[in-house]
């Protein structure tokens, strides 16, 4: 089954690049370090996801390009032909003159109904050209307008055009301290309105990224460039072809449908988070070697601790004492309560590892049962030269804090009534937000019950 | 891609004006190689096929052929303008794009407003629309004009009213240059305080400049260059006051060099809608983050590195002097502290070789020596841009909306008072038809409760900080 993506608003398809680059450089190596038949069924599994053919042989991402200024999409077109091993395909884009001013209820109320029709019908070509279609695979900031508010539009209109088509929103978080001025706004409305029509919502934070690359990726002068190529790594180690059944079954033929159906049980919680490891230079790589118990390990501490990468784990949290019915105010302080987990394990000797570890109840909330609370799929085929790297998809209390953050903020903000004239006069009043507000303080509070 | 018109009225406007087309010119030089009209390029010119004539048809692509500015350049006497075009920028402008009288305005801001705003009412809306028809979007309206005399301050505030009027959906990013105490125009007190109401009404986003702390950077420049303090030469083009490498050729007049600042604020103030970055910061987005309420929308603006030396590499210590140097007294371009006051809102374009690591560092660093209002503690908007500016591997703008714009205002209330208090040269004004008593009580009115708003904002520094309690969800 193929997936459409749809790369909105700059950081969208920036992001989008390079996630296309990571996995087209993926699949041409030559570091499978497998057999030459599963190679190339994870080659022509990938093919089939995220590219189409076309007659000059150079694979054509399965993918539409949106922004409302044309600076970053000619950009990315043209740095992506000129890789020679992938492209876009020339007419999959659609972007006008004036950006959106970092102004969610532009990108919403005018834009979107404005534009409406022209990105739906370049969405329905690449639609048709798929032989199944799997669902789409949206890419946005939330900080900013066009991203955010069109993003939150065009999402609605997926959903209402493809009503049994799986949609994950992949959402860039921005840094705490500013990137725009009015982002806490921009978030509260863009969080919100994406819970109505999303499957779920798969997020990164700059601040955890920009962390990764200043203290794994020892990078000194930390780029945009960067933090979107860890971004794209970590996306490419989820949705790169894997087993999800068990060994000998072919690669999974719906993977978006399949992390819907492990990781989103009730549609109040639908925010997911996303840690993989070892990350590390390149240049690195070739002298590091983990054990699976290892990393296994650290991956578990990380998700109960909610450690944001692999250094600085708090070893101290514990789960809560298994069988007794604790109510979530005795939880021991810290402790990242889980709904569903799914582990993605890539590389050398991967159909032994024990996973034991990420079973335990105690690590869940009491609705499913473990089995079904957590999910694990495997590949021998490594993964963009790591030979060995886990991934954890949680739907956990990961995001609940920065959540809280962000909302506190935009609501202080509005008390005041700062900045509300540039929303009202595109037609977001405050009843609008208010209503977001309650939503998404209701979402707080059901993760903070868990 | 949009484009911007600059409207330059009066003499200040249009000297300054001119030094932004000059300076223009040569950035788009630097980068642009091959001389084929680009994206960039025609965000302020227009390519014009004058083969035929200077009423030639635009060309939209291809190799340069004429570039005319998208300008209107308007004053009330004749002398500046016709200096403009026999100097070497007379390509540059053709006379459908003129707007000029013999007398003047005499220091009057009534004459400026009412008696040319209504004789030229049509001429101007006229020339705006032709200007407007051959953008293929049009963002925004640059005023550049000052703020003390009777063209630039009359008929420039009387155009921003036709701009709101005529264009409502177009921005209007307006210059202004406030006089000094020191100024020889006794009623440049009025002048401005009349003008300010306009702003207040009518302008989207004001940047005020003051001559004396244009004339500051100048002589601060001129001691480290003469010095010999620096070791090493500086780069003459780096001179965040110097036309080198531009079409003037003839001998620098004084207020060149301080012109040279303002139309270096404008270059980098633009400068991510015209070149790729990777956090574009478009002119919509300044006016979105910057300016919470609307009349709020005094923004205080500060360029760094003032120069560069020659050295080519430059160690990143003397990166992160740049951003210290941009929330410096001496380097904003108003007599105003912006460290020592509450800020409301605060933008960092910063542009060439810097990356998102160096500007969080930055941020980090500095954001404990700086108040920010209670609801906006992170009040932070940023922008990326690859191109750096001649003569530089890097440079910032930054933009504040600050309370140490309200010194400002409080002290032309002052003089505007000690006039008004005693009636003197109020007949020049009230002579002019359509002029009231009440036009200047409204004014002074209007900056009172500009000034009170402010106030309002710095009794909030300090305080205990109660944030508003969220709502409940019933569990």
Excluded at chain 1, 120 to 135: I, P, S, T, Y
Excluded at chain 2, 230 to 248: D, P
Excluded at chain 2, 434 to 443: K, W
Aim: charged share 20%; aromatic share 8%.
């Amino acid at each position: 089954m193929s997936i459409v993506t749809v790369q909105l608003g700059q950081c969208g398809n920036q992001i989008g690049h390079e996630v296309f680059n990571a996995l087209c450089s993926d699949i041409r190596g030559t570091h499978g370090l497998c057999s030459k038949k599963e190679n190339e069924s994870y080659h022509d599994s990938c093919k089939e996801r995220f590219f189409c053919e076309e007659e000059s042989g150079v694979p054509v991402a399965r993918a539409v390009l949106v922004d409302m200024e044309p600076k970053v999409i000619s950009q990315t077109l043209s740095m992506a032909a000129r890789s020679g091993h992938w492209k876009y395909n020339s007419h999959s884009h659609f972007c006008q003159k004036q950006g959106s001013g970092n102004n969610w209820a532009n990108g919403y109320s005018v834009h979107g109904p404005r534009h409406k029709e022209a990105i739906m019908n370049l969405v329905q070509k690449e639609a048709e050209k798929c032989d199944r279609l799997g669902g789409f695979f949206t890419m946005m900031s939330m900080a900013g307008g066009t991203g955010s508010g069109l993003g939150a539009f065009v999402t609605q209109c997926l959903r209402d055009a493809f009503p049994a088509s799986f949609i994950l929103n992949h959402v860039v978080w921005p840094y705490g301290t500013g990137e725009v001025i009015v982002q806490n706004y921009n978030s509260v409305l863009t969080l919100s309105h994406l819970y109505q029509s999303s499957d779920a919502l798969l997020v990164h934070e700059n601040d955890v990224i920009h962390k990764i690359c200043a203290q794994l990726m020892n990078i000194k002068q930390i780029s945009f460039r960067d933090v979107n190529q860890v971004i794209a790594h970590q996306l490419g180690a989820v949705f790169q072809p894997t087993h999800t059944v068990g060994e000998g079954s072919g690669y999974s033929r719906n993977p978006l449908g399949d992390l819907m159906e492990t990781l989103v049980p009730h549609p109040e919680f639908k925010l997911l988070g996303l840690r993989n490891i070892p990350q590390m230079p390149e240049n690195s790589l070739a002298y590091s070697t983990f054990s699976w118990p290892g990393l296994i390990k650290h991956l578990r501490q990380m998700l109960i601790a909610n450690a944001k990468m692999e250094e600085g784990i708090d070893w101290q949290v514990r789960p809560p004492h298994q069988g007794s019915s604790m109510p979530s105010t005795n939880k021991p302080l810290h402790f990242n309560t889980s709904i569903a987990n799914l582990v993605i394990l890539r590389g050398k000797d991967v159909h032994g590892v024990d996973l034991g570890s990420f079973q335990d109840p105690s690590l869940y909330t009491s609705w499913l049962n473990p089995q079904d609370a957590f999910s694990a799929w495997k590949t021998p085929r490594a993964f963009n030269k790591y030979e060995k790297s886990a991934s954890l998809v949680s739907n956990s209390q990961f995001l609940l804090k920065p959540l809280d953050s962000i909302v506190g903020k935009a609501w202080n903000m509005f008390a005041s009534k700062a900045y509300l004239h540039q929303y009202t006069k595109f037609g977001i009043q405050e009843e609008d937000f208010l209503d977001c507000f309650t939503t998404l303080e209701q979402v707080i509070s059901s993760y903070t019950n868990l | 891609m949009t484009q911007s018109v600059v409207v330059q009225v009066g003499q200040c406007g249009n000297q300054v004006g001119c030094r932004f087309w000059d300076l223009a010119l040569r950035e788009h030089a630097a980068v642009n190689k091959k001389g084929i009209y680009d994206e960039a390029l025609s965000s302020f010119f227009r390519n014009v096929d004058t083969r035929s004539g200077d009423n030639g048809p635009d060309i939209y692509k291809g190799k340069i052929c004429s570039l005319k500015a998208r300008a209107l350049l308007i004053d009330m006497e004749e002398g500046v303008v016709n200096e403009i075009l026999q100097g070497p920028l007379r390509d540059v402008f053709d006379s459908k794009q003129l707007i000029t009288d013999v007398s003047g305005s005499g220091n009057n801001w009534a004459v400026g407003h009412k008696i040319y705003g209504c004789q030229y009412r049509e001429n101007i809306v006229e020339k705006l629309r032709k200007t407007a028809e051959h953008c293929d979007c049009l963002q925004c309206f640059f005023i550049i004009h000052s703020m003390g005399g009777g063209t630039g301050s009359g008929l420039g505030t009387f155009v921003l009213n036709l701009l709101e009027e005529e264009f409502p959906e177009v921005y209007r990013f307006v210059t202004s240059v406030y006089p000094s105490g020191e100024d020889d125009v006794i009623t440049s007190p009025y002048n401005s305080v009349l003008a300010m109401k306009e702003l207040n009404e009518h302008a989207d986003c004001v940047l005020p400049i003051e001559n004396e702390s244009l004339f500051e950077i100048v002589n601060k420049i001129n001691q480290m260059i003469n010095s010999g303090k620096l070791g090493s030469t500086v780069k003459q083009n780096s001179l965040v006051t110097s036309s080198a490498g531009s079409a003037k050729t003839l001998q620098e007049k004084p207020f060149d060099a301080m012109n040279n600042i303002v139309a270096n604020l404008l270059l980098h103030l633009t400068s991510s809608a015209r070149f790729e970055g990777s956090l574009n910061m478009d002119l919509n987005e300044i006016s979105m983050n910057l300016v919470p309420f609307p009349r709020l929308h005094y923004l205080v603006s500060s360029l760094t590195p003032l120069y560069t030396l020659a050295d080519v590499n430059i160690p990143s210590r003397r990166l992160d002097q740049m951003f210290s140097d941009a929330f410096s007294r001496d380097h904003q371009l108003i007599q105003a502290d912006p460290k020592h006051s509450l800020y409301l809102a605060c933008a960092l374009l910063v542009r060439g070789n810097v990356q998102v690591s160096d500007l969080r560092r930055n941020i980090e660093r500095l954001k404990p020596s700086l108040h920010f209002v209670s609801w906006n503690q992170e009040g932070w908007k940023t922008g990326l841009c690859s191109v750096p500016p001649v003569g530089h591997s890097h440079s910032l703008l930054a933009l504040a909306n600050n309370t140490c714009v309200k010194p400002t205002f409080i002290e032309l209330k002052d003089r505007f008072m000690k006039l008004y208090k005693k009636k003197a040269h109020l007949h020049h004004y009230l002579q002019i038809d359509g002029m009231e008593q009440s036009c200047f009580s409204e004014a002074i009115s209007s900056l009172s409760d500009l000034i009170e708003e402010y106030n309002e904002l710095d009794a909030t520094k300090g305080g205990p900080r109660i944030d508003p309690s969220r709502l409940k969800i019933a569990v």
